[in-house]
């Protein structure tokens, strides 16, 4: 029985994340599984870090780690892979959009993959965040090819050791398709699960930010050039 290292980024999440963990907490131990919770908390303004800090002292196996400022998403999923120390890492967002007892269609599927990507079978978002995707997903697969039908999906599961051969560098919303792309490339198995997508009916979205879609851009740019690099140096190798 492999060991499950549970990653939720969060910020400014105060109004979800006891919620959140209490709801990981509770399947996790229902798993049966060797596991720990680490909550990243990236440079909230809020009570986030408050309350994880109270969280920590009573629900099992929950470790925090925070930073200031804010990184970004792809920052927070960064320290908190460096933070995971179980076999497999399963990453999901405090803003209680996905239902985390789906997690069992992700470990149903991991003996036949190295990474598991969710897919929201029924998005709850609003158009232009739906326009978005759609656009970010075509343009991507024109540069990489078929990673998985819902790129950005923040539910996913895979083997911590693909960590050792994938440069992450992105603190943005770029890291989904970084670390996709770079795994296929490397010839990595990628599965795909529907999952459930909820409306966000507590605080607010940064995916949607005018600056954050711009610099996804421009680091997809760099990373299609960076990944030649890569691929063209092991093969010397």
């Known amino acids: 029985m492999p060991s499950l290292s549970i990653v939720l980024p969060a910020y400014n999440e105060e109004e979800n994340v006891a919620s959140a963990l209490e709801e990981v907490s509770t399947v996790a131990q229902q798993l ?140 943005g919303a770029m890291i989904d398709t970084e670390f996709l792309a770079g795994a296929k490339a490397r010839d990595y198995r990628i599965a795909e699960v529907p999952v459930t997508h909820l409306p966000r009916v507590a605080g607010h979205p940064t995916g949607a930010n005018v600056r954050v879609i711009v610099k996804a851009f421009r680091d997809l740019a760099r990373f299609r050039l960076r990944l030649s690099r890569e691929l063209r140096a092991e093969r010397r190798e």
């Open 32 to 171: 049966g599984m060797d596991y720990e919770i680490i909550l990243v908390n990236d440079g909230s303004a809020d009570r986030t870090g408050d309350i994880g800090r109270e969280l920590e002292q009573r629900i099992p196996n929950l470790r925090l780690v925070e930073h200031y400022p804010n990184r970004g998403y792809g920052g927070s999923l960064k320290a908190g892979f460096a933070a995971a120390t179980k076999d497999l890492i399963a990453f999901t967002p405090a803003d209680k959009q996905f239902v985390f007892g789906e997690i069992t269609r992700f470990l149903a599927k991991i003996d036949q993959a190295d990474i598991v990507s969710g897919y929201r079978a029924n998005r709850q978002d609003s158009l232009v965040r739906k326009f978005n995707a759609f656009g970010w997903n075509t343009l991507v697969r024109i540069l990489f090819g078929y990673l998985c039908r819902d790129i950005d999906c923040g539910f996913k599961l895979f083997r911590r050791k693909i960590l050792e051969r994938i440069n992450i560098v992105s603190n």
